[in-house]
């Protein structure tokens, strides 16, 4: 059963930072890529970030390039979303998802995990 479990959700100061961790398994880890996703209250799901299967490529939407960095621990099966110098509008929850890269950046990955929320206050 394929599974991916987020965590590292919760209140944030705004300009602080956060760490998201997402464990995948039920798969084969280094053959698929891991994206971010968020959706706030009243507002469309939008991709954050994304991660290829080797590491090699990766994907920020603009909302957050500067300020979020993905990283992945095939080791242990986890991809990390950094999240630096919050913003109140960062406020969402936060989904990972996995799939083939482009299947994943283009919004329409497979897989899907439950969400952890993240909340930034000003």
């Known amino acids: 059963e394929v599974q991916l479990v987020e965590s590292g959700g919760g209140l944030a100061q705004a300009g602080g930072p956060l760490r998201l961790s997402c464990a995948a398994s039920?798969?084969?880890?280094?053959?698929?890529?891991i994206g971010w996703f968020r959706q706030a209250p009243g507002k469309e799901r939008e991709g954050v970030s994304c991660i290829s299967s080797s590491g090699g490529s990766t994907y920020y939407a603009d909302s957050v390039k500067g300020r979020f960095t993905i990283s992945s621990d095939n080791a242990k099966n986890t991809v990390y979303l950094h999240m630096n110098s919050l913003k109140p509008e960062d406020t969402a929850v936060y989904y990972c998802?996995?799939?083939?890269?482009?299947?994943?950046?283009?919004?329409?990955?497979?897989?899907w995990g439950q969400g952890t929320q993240v909340t930034v206050s000003s």
């Open positions: 998802a996995a799939d083939r890269f482009r299947t994943v950046v283009t919004g329409t990955p497979l897989w």
């Open positions: 039920g798969f084969t880890f280094d053959d698929y890529a």
